[in-house]
């Protein structure tokens, strides 16, 4: 056998001994639970340590020791990152103060972050994003070597299809530590990035790659033979199911299957299993997958329809740009009709209705425009889109002018559009609208009682009492967590939390988003 070949058989032979060691360690210990149901399983987690338990103080312990024993001491690589101190923003761009989560409790901060709904409203989306991406000092209840925030902040976007946001995060806490590794290596996979994650396994054993994920690199790699081998050797020793080894065959020679029949998707689709479906020729839909594989629908050799309608899913949550979904809807003519077809149909109306100035034809458009989207729950990126446009193109037609109104407020340039708003008596609602926009709602007058709750919040001047004591206790981030947790609750008809919320936030300064969030919950009248 030549060097080179005995060296690569000993390097395989060991990575597959320590990979079935410490898969027989997760089948005694029990593998640890993720807040992400569908990640791979691409490392072998080490079991829980007792070492990393929040312990309470022992009644009976002594205030002064006895003895004159060395204290045990606690050490960590100075190139190591600490993860809660990872961020993208700074302080300067958000606005917040990097001692923000001050004397929270990590893992109060993480179980907030968790229980948020998967859908918020934009402006409170936007505003969680921030604290999510913001560079902040770990909360001082934070231990050495606890990650729970970050995996916390990770999993979000994760959750919503952020994947560009989380990458970048997880990017900036390097890929020592096995979970972060994980997910990396999953958000990679979703992008078609992976290749690199795979380079970082082949080279750093103590990771310790599964068996399918060591198969799934080393045929990326084009070392077929050692995929063929590890295969093997998985299956010999029990740690690769009948599924994944039927999946990895065909992964590794599709010819010898032609002809049979298709492969049961399982319930529990991981990001690997859906890339390796894909190799093999089986494209699975992402329509009913979680929203993160809505990203793996957004590639140039995914089909047109398909990547629009993925755009939408991602757009809904802040995941997609306004501007990627308006490069799709209008990459080329509709094919057919009926759903995303006619919001495309109409966009492009919109746009040439703008462009050419008729007004006649811009009523039509926006008109036919708003049920669509709002069938969609895609008001908000389009009114972003069209929103700063219609200040110059106010329609006088009624019902045009309502739309017109609720696009140019739902839009970055409120303030503007709701300066230049020509306001006309329609039983307060456009007075109030406005009003809200520009900031000036001491004298102003609700509606219904939504809008009661919104001006009563909005013209309160004391922080409310069940966010308060979070503030005294110098657990400002965690209050604004809370005050979103408020406020997505406030929406479903708890309407003293809406006012409760929008005091709070105008009350420590966050004003722009008070005002947003004040004419989202009315302009957009969501329930459940």
């Known amino acids: 056998m030549a060097i080179k070949e005995f060296y690569k058989a000993a390097f395989l032979s060991a990575a597959i001994v320590q990979s079935a060691g410490l898969a027989q360690a997760q089948v005694t210990h029990g593998a640890p639970m993720s807040a992400i149901g569908w990640l791979s399983d691409s490392v072998a987690l080490p079991p829980p340590s007792i070492d990393s338990a929040v312990l309470p103080p022992d009644p009976n312990e002594p205030d002064v020791t006895t003895g004159a024993s060395v204290a045990q001491v606690t050490m960590s690589l100075l190139e190591t990152p600490v993860l809660d101190a990872v961020g993208l923003l700074s302080s300067a761009t958000t606005g917040f103060s990097r001692d923000l989560w001050g004397s929270s409790r990590p893992d109060d901060l993480a179980r907030r972050i968790t229980d948020m709904p998967l859908y918020l409203y934009p402006a409170m989306q936007d ?39 989380a990458e970048a995060l997880l990017n900036r806490a390097g890929t020592s530590n096995p979970r972060v590794f994980r997910r990396g290596f999953d958000t990679a996979l979703l992008l078609g990035t992976e290749d690199r994650f795979c380079e970082i396994l ?12 060591r198969v799934f690199c080393l045929a990326r790699s084009g070392e077929w033979d050692a995929a063929v081998l590890t295969l093997e050797t998985g299956r010999a020793l029990g740690y690769i199911s009948d599924f994944e080894d039927a999946l990895l065959a065909r992964f590794l020679d599709p010819e ?29 839909p992402t329509g009913n997958l979680p929203l993160a594989f809505a990203q793996a629908d957004l590639r140039a050799n995914i089909g047109w329809k398909a990547r629009a309608e993925a755009a939408e899913r991602l757009a809904r949550v802040g995941a997609a740009t306004p501007n990627q979904l308006l490069g799709l809807y209008t990459e080329r003519r509709p ?5 995303i077809w006619d919001r495309m149909q109409s966009v492009r109306r919109l746009e040439q209705s703008l462009s050419s100035g008729n007004e006649a034809a811009l009523s039509a458009s926006l008109t036919t425009l708003w049920p669509q989207i ?30 017109a109104l609720s696009l140019g407020l739902l839009s970055s340039k409120s303030e503007e559009f709701a300066t230049s708003w020509p306001t ?7 007075a109030l609208l406005t009003a809200i926009a520009l900031g000036n709602t001491q004298t102003a007058t ?24 979070l503030m005294d206790s110098n657990r400002m981030g965690e209050a604004i967590l809370r005050a979103i947790t408020l406020y997505e609750s406030g929406t479903h008809g708890n309407l003293d939390e809406i006012a409760d919320a929008l005091a709070f936030f105008r009350q420590i300064g966050l004003e722009r988003v008070a005002r947003q969030a004040a004419l989202e919950v009315l302009i957009l009248e969501r329930r459940g």
């Open 127 to 165: 505003l969680l994003n921030t604290l999510l991406l913001a560079e902040l000092n770990p909360p001082k209840g934070a231990r050495t070597g606890d990650d729970r925030l970050f995996m916390a902040r990770v999993d979000r976007l994760l959750s919503i299809g952020a994947l560009d946001q």
């Open 202 to 213: 082949t080279n750093s054993p103590d990771l310790s790659p599964t068996f399918t994920a």
């Open 335 to 339: 094919a057919a009709s009926g759903g």
């Open 374 to 403: 709002e069938d969609a729950a895609l008001e908000v990126p389009f009114a972003q889109l069209f929103g700063g446009r219609l200040i110059s193109h106010i329609p006088q037609d009624r019902d045009a002018r309502k739309v």
């Open 446 to 469: 609700g509606y219904n009682a939504t809008s009661r709750a919104v001006v009563e919040g909005l013209n309160a001047r004391d922080i409310p009492v069940r966010l308060k004591s």
């Open 424 to 430: 006309r008596d329609d039983g307060g609602k456009e």
């Open 256 to 284: 010898l299957f032609e002809g049979e029949p298709p492969l049961r998707r399982p319930h529990d689709l991981t990001p690997l299993t859906f890339r390796m479906f894909e190799a093999i020729g089986e494209h699975i």
